[in-house]
């Protein structure tokens, strides 16, 4: 039996942490292929283009944007930031399965343009339990804290619109939940194409 | 917050191990509970009723038949099985989840009646192998094998009305995949109240 390759979109408020899931499983997943994003911005000392981020132009950009050429897209200040369709539809196509880690709003872009994906929701325990853990981080100021937990709890209210939901109270826990959706999904009846 | 009592099906062809597959997971999963099937058959030595069975006379079995108090019924030999609802639906309120390991005629009748729950296809590698499993495990002739073969065929074409396939070419493999459906549906928004 053959099966279609597989968008498993990790999502959630920020500061919950859904880049550590991420990383966990790309490590502890056999066959899943990261989605690298495109952006305008430069990169930084050490990120490599086609592995940290397709580093390309504005114009360039542009014309994908125009060509409908993203899965999402956003502009977060200056710069913008997209996943591009071509890689993740060329891997689904090939029976391999593919990971997203993006925010809530690019997740709910992506789910607009294709349904059939794994959209799997990283919650906090609670609401005040992010605020601790944004504080305790100390990248963020008081004004930025207030902001982010704003959008935190409007943030909660798309929980519905995903499949799944992992309560990240404990790491590894979580970890072993969202291995064990991709393992779960990966046994669908629906999945396999004959 | 709370979420819904899970109804898992654990069924297949016979001869493929989701008798082994069943024992494994009530050990190794926590909260589960498995549904105990009544039958009008006398106990074996050893058997406990309400423990390996409910041990019932036919007259009340009939009754229960006729009051709809089965989730699936079926005559086998000269002896009535069937799965009692009430305590299903009981453990089911109250968001617990039950495990029921059950034939392929059995699994499609409860799905008539509980299409909600989550049902589970364990699949032999192949049809040969499965073949090759009967005859080795002796207890059947070869007129049974015969038949069994005719049936599991037949069976096959009905794992298109389940949600899940696990091929169990090898036991521990199978497991941790059954498990990880057990995991990853805990995880389901949908099974999530409020």
């Known amino acids: 039996m053959n099966r279609k390759g597989i968008l498993f ?24 292929h990261l989605s690298i994003s495109a952006t305008t911005r430069l990169p930084r000392e050490g990120e490599i283009d086609g592995k940290d981020y397709y580093f390309i132009g504005k114009n360039k950009f542009q014309k994908m944007i125009d060509n409908n050429d993203f899965l999402e897209w956003a502009k977060v200040y200056k710069n913008l930031y997209g996943t591009p369709l071509k890689n ?20 709910l872009q992506v789910k607009s343009k294709y349904p059939q994906g794994v959209y799997i929701f990283i919650s906090p325990p609670s609401i005040e339990e992010l605020v601790s853990r944004l504080c305790t981080r100390g990248q963020d100021s008081q004004e930025s804290i207030s902001i982010r937990l704003a959008n935190c709890k409007e943030e909660m209210e798309h929980m519905k619109y995903y499949n799944y939901v992992v309560i990240n109270d404990n790491l590894n826990e979580a970890v072993k939940k969202a291995k064990a959706i991709i393992v ?8 396999f194409t004959a």
């Open 9 to 32: 979109v990790i999502s959630g408020p920020s500061g919950v942490g859904k880049g550590t899931i991420k990383s966990a499983l790309l490590k502890e997943t056999k066959d899943i």
């Open 88 to 107: 993740v539809k060329e891997k689904l196509k090939n029976g391999q399965d593919v990971l997203l880690e993006i925010d809530i709003q690019g997740a």
């Open 184 to 191: 779960a999904e990966r046994c669908k009846i629906d999945n």
